[in-house]
């Protein structure tokens, strides 16, 4: 992991170029908050940096929302995608061990991976809701991103973490080796100012282990007391950056589409007979956080919940997993 | 080393012929475009084109690969589909999937088997496997249930049974019509009539969650241990992949743990009879 420096105006026109063989894909504002968007030249100006998070979660690029899964067809350009944080980068980890699986890897998946260059953002800041350090998750990216993106001071710095970033790095042939001290001191100090300020807001929420013990110990009457105000809309799992069940949609010609699901909405589960493990809400409500927090622990490595706070933000219920956490603890 | 399969492409298969088995269970004879192999106990994903897919166990013989059959109930959107079928239509087969029965583990032993209605189908296959290699195995012993003698499934099949060997059928009927002159009852009343080694024995269940349950409890109260007992489960098992999180039941997916599971791998696991 090393760092390098470049100007921003020429940072951008590396950007520009890079338009001719890649689809970029970048986090900026518009009316509806912060999102991915696919970059034109004239976006450039407006892509931002260090922010957390956008809107969306990284898994849509590689699990759209519907497509036909029996056509064999590859994406034509390369793709970049520029100021992922962290909490969704971390999500990639159970999506590549379910989907890469050896015995049945999804080749659509396995494809898109492949051809996407992941550059993350570390977040100076946070938002409401997120708390990735209780669950041991870092605001900015070490390991699993290909290159990290920082703006500073006018100043665009670039983290090198993967093989892959190494060879990305040298498209953009005015970066430099990063040699000013004060520069890594700045990005230390928005590291710690970052971890700081997710450490005094989560106070008290339990760590993913603990957290899994209180869902798991959890009787009916907690579940159905926490669940009166959700109307299974799904949007907790939609937005979630690692929730991708799915239905199989048949076509003629034994196409199949595959069409994003979830545990959420009644039905989920039932089989033709009519048994339906999930039928009653607090069942299917549970059901998530024993998936998160219990099951995908004891069948993964992979964390399943990296503490984006999307889920939280999306619902209509105005159900809130964090203050259940802090009266489960209690 | 990852593979370049297309996981969701079914393959083609041309049904042959349509056997009717009951007025509500049908057997379906494909033939699949290219060699199909399975373990007994393993399921596909058989899809009526453009209409819908739906997992099954395969009921022949394991040892066969270039011709399947599928016993099939009709009981909801896709079966109902597939009941109007007529010889000469394609299907498409995905699989198989999953774990079967680990049949070596029931060598030197006596296998005791408890199936209900269209339970009967993986039971078929395993029986077909039990066969090919009864000089391992001390006796196999078939208990089977459905609602009416017009509902049991695989008629000539139980009389070739009858006569092969180390095997015995017990048959019960919820409600006797006609000349029915074997057991009336629930299934596991069969239970009480047979005389079995339970230390040398394992035991197969395999049917409506319903029947599951009760045969389980049976099963146990009778002194069967509970990694002795196979049970084949019923769940939502959608891509068979192992992804779409349908058939989850607790840390196990369904369609890639099992869908055989002994009874002490799944007991502490929620709503496994729903």
Not at chain 2, 172 to 180: F, I, L, P, R
């Amino acid at each position: 992991m090393h760092y390098l420096i470049i100007d921003k105006d020429n940072w951008e026109e590396s950007l520009e170029k890079l338009l001719e063989s890649h689809s970029v894909f970048a986090s900026v504002e518009n009316e509806f908050g912060q999102d991915y968007e696919l970059i034109r030249a004239q976006d450039i100006p407006s892509i931002i940096y260090n922010k957390p998070k956008p809107a969306t979660p990284l898994k849509n690029f590689f699990l759209p929302v519907k497509e036909n899964v029996t056509s064999d067809r590859i994406n034509e350009k390369p793709r970049i995608i520029l100021g992922v944080p962290n909490c969704d980068i971390e999500a990639l980890s159970l999506l590549d061990e379910i989907y890469l699986d050896t015995q049945f890897n999804d080749i659509l998946y396995r494809n898109r991976r492949e051809n996407t260059l992941i550059i993350s953002s570390d977040c100076f800041g946070i938002q409401d809701h997120c708390h990735c350090m209780s669950y041991n998750i870092k605001p900015w990216s070490s390991a699993k991103a290909d290159l990290a993106v920082l703006g500073i001071d006018g100043k665009i710095i670039l983290r090198i973490i993967s093989r892959k970033g190494e060879e990305f790095s040298t498209l953009i042939t005015s970066a430099q080796p990063l040699d000013d001290d004060n520069i890594i001191s700045l990005i230390e100090k928005e590291h710690h100012s970052t971890e700081s300020k997710l450490a005094a807001t989560n106070k008290g929420l339990p760590d993913y282990q603990t957290t899994g013990r209180l869902v798991s110990d959890a009787g009916d009457e907690i579940w159905k007391k926490f669940s009166s105000s959700c109307v299974s809309c799904g949007a907790c799992t939609t937005i979630c950056p690692t929730c991708t069940c799915f239905l199989l949609i048949d076509k003629p010609g034994f196409e199949k589409v595959k069409q994003v699901d979830a545990c959420q909405y009644p039905g989920f589960e039932r089989v033709a007979g009519g048994e339906d493990a999930l039928f009653k809400l607090h069942n299917r409500f549970r059901n998530r956080y024993m998936c998160k927090y219990v099951w995908k622990p004891e069948k993964f490595k992979s964390i399943a919940c990296t503490g984006c706070g999307r889920c939280i933000e999306a619902c209509i219920g105005k159900i809130n997993k964090n203050e259940i956490f802090m009266e489960l603890v209690k | 080393m990852l593979n370049n399969k297309n996981i969701y492409k079914p393959l083609r298969a041309k049904l042959t012929k349509v056997i009717e088995e009951s007025p509500l269970i049908k057997t379906f004879v494909l033939v699949p475009e290219k060699e199909f192999s399975f373990k007994t106990g393993q399921f596909i994903e058989l899809s009526v084109d453009g209409v819908g897919e739906a997992p099954f166990t395969p009921s022949s013989s394991p040892l066969i690969s270039d011709k399947l059959e599928v016993t099939v109930m009709k009981t909801g959107y896709v079966t109902e589909y597939m009941h109007n079928l007529a010889p000469g239509a394609l299907m498409g087969i995905r699989g198989p999937y999953g774990r079967g029965y680990p049949v070596e583990k029931f060598f030197g032993k006596e296998v005791l088997i408890l199936g209900g209605g269209c339970g009967f189908a993986p039971i078929r296959s395993l029986l077909y496997n039990l066969i090919a290699i009864s000089d391992k195995l001390r006796k196999v012993t078939l208990c089977y249930g459905s609602k009416t003698p017009e509902d049991c499934i695989y008629k000539p099949y139980i009389n070739e049974l009858r006569q092969t060997p180390k095997f015995e059928v017990l048959r019960s009927v919820d409600k006797a019509e006609g000349n029915w002159n074997e057991r009336v009852g629930v299934v596991t009343i069969l239970l009480d009539d047979v005389k079995v080694d339970i230390e040398n024995s394992v035991a197969v269940v395999c049917g409506p969650p319903v029947m599951m349950k009760f045969g389980t409890k049976k099963l146990l109260e009778m002194g069967y241990p509970e990694h002795d007992i196979y049970l084949s489960m019923e769940k939502n098992m959608s891509c068979g992949l192992g992804k779409c999180g349908h058939c989850m039941m607790g840390e196990f997916f369904v369609c890639k743990d099992g869908p055989v599971f002994t009874y002490d791998e799944i007991k502490d696991q929620p709503d496994i009879w729903n």
